[in-house]
Each structure stands twice: as structure tokens, then as C-alpha cells.
């Protein structure tokens, strides 16, 4: 049974900071590209950050370059987000994915929790 679970979210004023993680559990963890989405009221879910299956490759949003921080540690099977100088603009619920695409295949594996919210106000 796939399981991705995300904790770590909270309420935190502007400048503060958080660490996401998101525990996994079903699958081959060390396989899969771990990404972190976010989805704020009203808008799209869109990619904050992600992390090749080795750990030797990520990538980010421009909105959170030089803040936020994604790693994974394949022992725990557990994937980071760490989120610093939070902004109000940050605001959402942050969603972990776990991505495998089986080579020279169209099969995709792709897995979602179920979030957990970040809210940075005053």
C-alpha cells in the first residue's frame, strides 16, 4: 500500500520558518523523483521543488529560489522541504509527489499525499 505523509506544516509569521516532511512507504523510494507542489485558495496547484531519485539534481520555482531547500534522505525514505524568510505569498496547501517513469515505457507510477497547510501571516 503506497503511503506519502506529509507533516511539518503550521502557522508561522512572515520571515519565519518551516520544515515539511513527507514520509513514504509502498514503494521503491529510492527510484523516484520526490517533488513538493503547493496549492493556494483559488489558484492552480503549482511545483515548488524537486529532487532527482539519487538526490544529485533539484529544482525550483523562481518564486522560492534561495529560500526554500528540498533533500531526501533514501535511508528514511523521507523527503524534505525546508522553507525559510517565509512570505504571505507562500500560503497553501504543500503537497508531496512521487514520480517513476519506467524507461522506454509510457507507464508512469505517480503517487500524491494528501498535504498538510502552511500559513504565514501576522
Known amino acids: 500500500q503506497v503511503q506519502l505523509v506529509e507533516s511539518g506544516g503550521a502557522l508561522v509569521q512572515p520571515g519565519g520558518s518551516l520544515r515539511l516532511s513527507c514520509a513514504a512507504s509502498?514503494?521503491?523510494?529510492?527510484?523516484?523523483?520526490m517533488s513538493w507542489y503547493r496549492q493556494a485558495p483559488g489558484k492552480e496547484r503549482e511545483l515548488v521543488a524537486a529532487?532527482?531519485?539519487?538526490?544529485?539534481?533539484?529544482n525550483y520555482a523562481d518564486s522560492v529560489k534561495g529560500r526554500f531547500t528540498i533533500s531526501k534522505d533514501n535511508a528514511k525514505n523521507t523527503v524534505y522541504l525546508q522553507m525559510n524568510s517565509l512570505k504571505p505569498e507562500d500560503t497553501a496547501v504543500y503537497y508531496c509527489?512521487?514520480?517513476?517513469?519506467?524507461?522506454?515505457?509510457?507507464?508512469?507510477?505517480?503517487?500524491w499525499g494528501r498535504g498538510t497547510q502552511v500559513t504565514v501571516s501576522s
Open positions: 529532487i532527482t531519485s539519487a538526490g544529485g539534481s533539484t
Open positions: 509527489n512521487a514520480y517513476f517513469k519506467v524507461v522506454f515505457t509510457t507507464t508512469v507510477y505517480d503517487y
Open positions: 509502498g514503494f521503491s523510494f529510492r527510484q523516484y523523483v
